[in-house]
């Protein structure tokens, strides 16, 4: 009788029970992987969000020839006839400019409209400085924006009031 070479039931055993350790382990850390990129991915849509909201408020400051409350949480910028707009809520800020419509989800608190830093809460009135406070990973970071006015329009507009 002519003996097989073969592998023993231990062996096959062994064999298998040492594939799902490996196939375990990679399992392991494909998850935590996982994991790590999801909260990369978080945080750098969040840090985009903060970035790209400041380059937009301050550049729309800057360029403005006026900001105007239109409530205590909403304010219009005025350039060369056009209008930008912004909402802020607790939970996202809007811009509106040209009928195209920008939402950043950012948790938002304490925003305030100032006008010589007094805080602005009717419509209509001049604004020359926005402030609010985000939350990210429970820090507070707050942001303020400021517009540097000429005194020629506060000029005429108080010579046209009289």
């Given at each position: 009788?002519?003996?097989?070479?073969?592998?023993?039931?231990?062996?096959?055993?062994?064999?298998?029970?040492?594939?799902?350790?490996?196939?375990?382990?990679?399992?392991?850390?494909?998850?935590?992987?996982?994991?790590?990129?999801n909260?990369?991915?978080?945080?750098?849509?969040?840090?985009?969000?903060?970035?790209?909201?400041?380059?937009?408020?301050?550049?729309?400051?800057?360029?403005?020839?006026?900001?105007?409350?239109?409530?205590?949480k909403?304010?219009?910028?005025?350039?060369?006839?056009?209008?930008?707009?912004?909402?802020?809520?607790?939970?996202?800020?809007?811009?509106?400019?040209?009928?195209?419509?920008?939402t950043?989800?950012?948790?938002t608190?304490?925003?305030?409209?100032?006008?010589?830093?007094?805080?602005?809460?009717?419509?209509g009135?001049?604004?020359?400085?926005?402030q609010?406070?985000?939350?990210?990973?429970?820090?507070?970071?707050?942001?303020r924006?400021?517009?540097?006015?000429?005194?020629?329009?506060f000029?005429?507009?108080?010579?046209?009031?009289?």
């Amino acid at each position: 009788m002519k003996k097989l070479k073969a592998f023993t039931i231990i062996e096959l055993t062994v064999i298998t029970l040492l594939s799902g350790i490996v196939i375990s382990i990679a399992y392991f850390v494909f998850f935590i992987l996982q994991k790590q990129y999801n909260s990369y991915d978080k945080t750098s849509k969040y840090q985009l969000e903060i970035t790209t909201l400041s380059r937009l408020l301050t550049e729309d400051f800057q360029h403005a020839d006026s900001v105007v409350s239109t409530s205590e949480k909403a304010f219009e910028m005025f350039k060369n006839g056009k209008i930008t707009s912004y909402q802020v809520e607790p939970l996202y800020i809007t811009r509106n400019k040209s009928e195209v419509t920008d939402t950043f989800h950012l948790l938002t608190q304490n925003s305030t409209l100032l006008l010589d830093e007094v805080a602005v809460t009717v419509p209509g009135i001049w604004v020359d400085e926005l402030q609010f406070e985000t939350i990210y990973h429970q820090k507070t970071l707050p942001f303020r924006f400021h517009k540097k006015y000429a005194v020629a329009p506060f000029i005429c507009k108080e010579h046209h009031n009289q």
